[in-house]
């Protein structure tokens, strides 16, 4: 009897012991009621402001933990009776970059009764949010790319506003340059990239391939495209079958609708973009398109500074283009002529501009007509006023909220520390961590059960405590916060933009004295151009500068 006893617990000691590791193919099960691991999470400021409240929002919603608990546990949230927890935040950023990064403890305890997959469901919660974060960083990008089209669309309106309030009629500002290399066939691709096209037959499951094919027949004849699928699979991991990422559009410009292609494809991860060569337009990334530059001279009229034009056309026609932002192009002065390297294709865009842009004598009257730059004053000051009440309204209600806050934690603190039954838990842990590191390896496994058993009824009676002192309010304040922090920042960039027009208002204002109306209009609509020129600079190097967010997890767990 004894013999067939040990048999049979031999055999099921085999069956245990096998059924431990995983298949092939199969994820290993951990076995834990309890898990802990430390991540850092890194973003730009201006696509995330990384803070605790952002944090605790993101792992709480919809996307992160309760899709996490059905992946984990096959359960609806509200069934759930696991607790988990991140705290111990520390921040940091780069004053270079808008850089920013936040590092805190993620912990997960289940009870008894709930299946032991606490490094599972820890895992989920990390992916979940590595997910959500990407999506939207993709998101941004994209609205970025049509934010910048937009801001790009303003700016030649200024330019046109600029050239009719100077009565561009007469006296050419420069001779433009004879375009000898201009090839026919190249012009009727960059007319047909100008066309309006309908795109709603996209979806963000379409194949690359697929969606290159619409394109090239969006427009009549059809386009000669040649992808470089060898570059675009080695130097940016896309090939024909890549889902483009983006949804149906419909009147949208030819060369946008291109633009926004590749930000799909590669979800800002590669630069992917296109030249037309001899009539076909050649895709691949922006390191093997062809780049050809050729050098054009420019005769500047005598009554035009060379130096205040060659600022303006750097300002007006592809302004990332040139070699001070980052660019290939240059521009250099010799007696009154500009000597312009470029691509052949922004060479004509030069002429264009040139053919254009003319001057004319202006009359010069002491008695300018200051009503509408006081006007402007007046409602500037308003608005300011206004800003400046909301954001001290904010703060005061921030400031309120954090105390509320305070208060339910201190509450939560002193039953922690005042019940008996927790101080009992945190000495039993104390001594079987002590006790796990002195323990032989046969020891272990039981001491390991016994701290994720005292683990797990250490974080059930601080959950009791957190609803005991108001859990829900403190849910709730904590979203109200985070709300009001968005909302601040918000306010103060507007309060910023304001004060800056203002003081541009004032300074007009002041030096009109000697202007006559006609120039000081000259001098408004110039400065409108510069504004949008810079407003189109900041985007662009907001788009190129940004990087994808990034979690990291590390620590002991």
């Avoid at 949208?252 to 296109?274: N, P, T």
Wanted: proline residues 4%; glycine residues 4%; negative net charge.
């Amino acid at each position: 009897m004894k013999s067939k006893m040990t048999l049979l617990i031999l055999a099921v000691s085999i069956l245990l012991i096998g059924s431990a590791y995983p298949k092939e193919n199969e994820k290993p099960i951990y076995n834990t009621q309890s898990a802990r691991c430390m991540v850092k999470i890194t973003a730009d400021q201006d696509f995330l402001a990384l803070s605790p409240d952002t944090v605790r929002a993101l792992l709480n919603s919809t996307d992160v933990r309760d899709k996490a608990i059905r992946e984990t546990f096959n359960m609806s949230p509200r069934e759930f009776k696991g607790v988990f927890n991140a705290d111990t935040f520390v921040q940091s950023s780069t004053r270079s970059t808008s850089s920013q990064s936040i590092q805190f403890w993620l912990d997960v305890a289940l009870p008894e009764d709930v299946k032991p997959v606490a490094e599972e469901f820890m895992d989920a919660l990390i992916n979940n949010m590595r997910t959500v974060l990407l999506e939207s960083y993709k998101k941004y990008k994209v609205n970025l790319q049509i934010e910048i089209e937009n801001s790009r669309l303003l700016h030649n309106q200024l330019l046109e506003d600029f050239k009719t309030t100077m009565n561009l009629q007469k006296n050419p500002v420069a001779r433009p340059a004879t375009d000898q290399y201009e090839d026919p066939q190249n012009a009727q691709v960059e007319e047909q990239m100008k066309k309006t096209v309908d795109m709603s037959a996209l979806n963000p499951d379409m194949p690359f391939e697929e969606a290159i094919n619409i394109i090239k027949h969006s427009v009549d004849p059809p386009l000669e495209i040649f992808v470089n699928w060898r570059d675009l699979s080695d130097n940016a991991s896309i090939d024909k079958g890549t889902p483009i990422g983006i949804d149906p559009v419909s009147n949208i410009e030819l060369g946008l609708a291109l633009k926004l292609l590749f930000e799909g494809v590669s979800g800002g991860f590669a630069d992917l973009d296109y030249a037309v060569e001899k009539g076909i337009v050649v895709i691949a990334t922006g390191d093997a398109l062809p780049l050809q530059h050729d050098t054009r001279i420019y005769e500047v009229s005598p009554n035009v500074e060379p130096a205040e034009l060659a600022g303006i056309i750097q300002q007006t026609v592809e302004d990332n283009s040139w070699y001070d932002v980052g660019g290939t192009g240059t521009i250099s002065i010799h007696a009154n002529k500009l000597i312009i390297n470029q691509t052949g294709s922004i060479h004509k865009k030069i002429n264009v501009f040139l053919q254009n842009l003319t001057i004319d004598t202006l009359p010069v009257s002491p008695a300018p007509d200051l009503t509408e730059l006081t006007a402007n004053q007046q409602n500037l000051q308003k608005e300011q006023q206004g800003l400046e009440r909301n954001v001290a309204v904010l703060k005061a209600q921030r400031i309120a909220v954090e105390e509320q806050i305070a208060g339910i934690n201190h509450e939560v603190e002193k039953k922690m520390n005042e019940d008996a039954v927790t101080k009992e838990l945190q000495q039993l842990i104390t001594e079987l961590e002590q006790a796990r590191n002195e323990s032989k390896d046969d020891k272990k496994l039981e001491v390991i059960e016994k701290i994720t058993e005292a683990k797990v009824r250490l974080a059930e009676r601080r959950q009791t405590a957190i609803k005991e002192a108001r859990g829900d309010e403190l849910e709730r304040l904590n979203g109200i916060l985070t709300d009001l922090a968005f909302k601040l920042a918000e306010s103060k960039a507007s309060l910023e933009t304001v004060t800056k027009q203002l003081t541009q208002v004032k300074s007009q204002l002041r030096s009109t004295a000697a202007f006559d109306p006609d120039i000081l209009k000259i001098k408004e609509a110039r400065q409108a151009l510069e504004a949008a020129a810079n407003k189109l600079n900041n985007l662009n190097n907001l788009y190129t500068n940004s990087s994808s967010p990034t979690v990291m997890v590390f620590g002991s767990r």
